[in-house]
Structures are given as structure tokens and as C-alpha cells.
């Protein structure tokens, strides 16, 4: 994702989410997140993922 871009993710109310953050910096949700970081989403309908540096992540939907 390149440094600027935000993304709006939707998560289905019985679904969780997790990031982890390969390379870059990301701000998702108001939660600061750096190179290795990973993150737990669940009880959102919706979230925002911003790259603040150019950055790969992986983002898993998992069945809650």
C-alpha cells in the first residue's frame, strides 16, 4: 500500500480480522502499527487502514 492511501474495510458482525504488518508503517483504527506488528479486529462493523509509509500487510478473515 502506498505511503497516503487508506483503505475502509468492512467486517461482517460474526467474522474477526487480523493484520500483520510485514514492511511500512500502518495506522489502523487509530492503533500505530510497525514493521512486524500484528493486530486483532473484532467487534467493528467497519475500520480504516492508513499507510503512513509504503507498506505490505497481510489482512486475514477469519469465522468468529
Known amino acids: ?3 497516503g492511501t487508506k483503505l475502509d474495510m468492512t467486517l461482517h ?3 474477526k480480522g487480523w ?3 510485514a514492511s511500512g508503517e500502518l495506522t489502523v483504527g487509530g492503533q500505530k502499527l510497525s514493521e512486524g506488528d ?3 479486529i ?3 462493523n ?3 487502514v492508513l499507510a503512513e509509509k509504503d507498506s505490505h500487510f ?3 478473515d477469519l469465522s468468529g
Do not use: M
Request: glycine fraction near 4%; hydrophobic fraction near 50%; proline fraction near 0%.
Open 19 to 21: 493484520i500483520q504488518l
Open 1 to 3: 500500500l502506498k505511503a
Open 58 to 60: 497481510l489482512y486475514f
Open 13 to 15: 458482525w460474526d467474522r
Open 42 to 44: 473484532w467487534e467493528e
Open 38 to 40: 500484528g493486530l486483532a
Open 46 to 48: 467497519s475500520f480504516s
